[in-house]
């Protein structure tokens, strides 16, 4: 089992100009790089004449005065959101000000958000707000033109989303599945098994094209997702493997594992470290000291503790 996986990160940008990307979908890439971002946030108008905008991106006015430059002439009929995390999302409604169109995405779950730290938890990420038109697995968005169907693919945040462009094998992923990184996976907003579970679900597909909320895209969707479901099952054994020689600690852990990783990520390792400790821990398979957070001691349960 590896842990290597073929990233591409060779990709070229030009701010604020719409490229065609694939049959009816251009991509126009935000300049809000970053350590999570990438080269910036992916900006997809899918259509022509009468379009949907997929994850209008940040409040940043250069960039929507791109979209809208892109989309001169046409009628943008819906605003979709993959998750309310406000590098895709927040520039929803001033969109939605300039151009029109229906804002849709899955709207409130009742579910914690924000990524824990220490004992603490944060949503400076999130955007809170109520879509015009709440959608669920299942549903299909239609204009004249294009269709798109909504799979709920909950894991990085539990409202996440992602679209399949009907008839085209093609499926906006969000940030579910990069092909320039690792998602992410923050407690308490975050799970890991939800995560997997959704993972499985893309398995079953047989799309040609997967198109991200970050990055290039990605034209080997299946060998992708394989390899991430290998990189999750690698990444847990080498936790248990920590657990079993006394390392017990997120810090410890991710000390021992991340040890060359930038500084600016390291954050983002302990969390991916206490999503896996938490699935782990749902299967019996390993417990902790006192509350299941970031300052716990874990250990492998034994045999005896699980069958209990």
Known sequence: MSAELAFNRSVDVDYGVAEEV???????????????????????????GEVAVIDPGPGDAAHLSAIAEATRGERVTHILITHSHRDHCD????????????????GPTGKPRGAARGRRATASSIQAFTPDRPVEDGDT???RGFALDV????????????????????????DHVM????????PPEGNMADFIASLERLMQRHDKTFLPGHGGRIQTPQRVVRAYMTHRKWREQTILACLDEGISTIPRIVAKLYGGLDADL?????????????????????????????????????????SS
């Open 91 to 106: 520039g929803a409604v001033p969109l939605q000000a300039m151009l029109g169109g229906e804002i849709v995405a899955f």
């Open 151 to 174: 799979l709920h693919m909950p894991g990085h945040a539990p409202d996440h989303l992602c679209f399949a462009h009907v008839g085209k094998r093609t499926v906006f992923t969000g």
């Open 266 to 306: 390291k954050e983002a390792a302990a969390l991916s470290v206490l999503a896996h400790l938490e699935h782990l821990i749902a299967r019996d398979m390993v417990a902790a000291e006192g509350a299941h957070d970031r300052l716990s001691a874990f250990y492998v349960r034994p045999a005896s503790d699980s």
């Open 22 to 48: 694939a049959p009816d979908v251009r991509r126009i890439v935000a300049n809000n790089p970053g350590p999570y971002t990438f080269l910036g946030t992916n900006t997809y108008i899918v259509g022509s």
């Open 141 to 143: 968005i239609k204009g």
């Open 179 to 186: 092909g320039w990184n690792t998602t992410v996976i923050a």
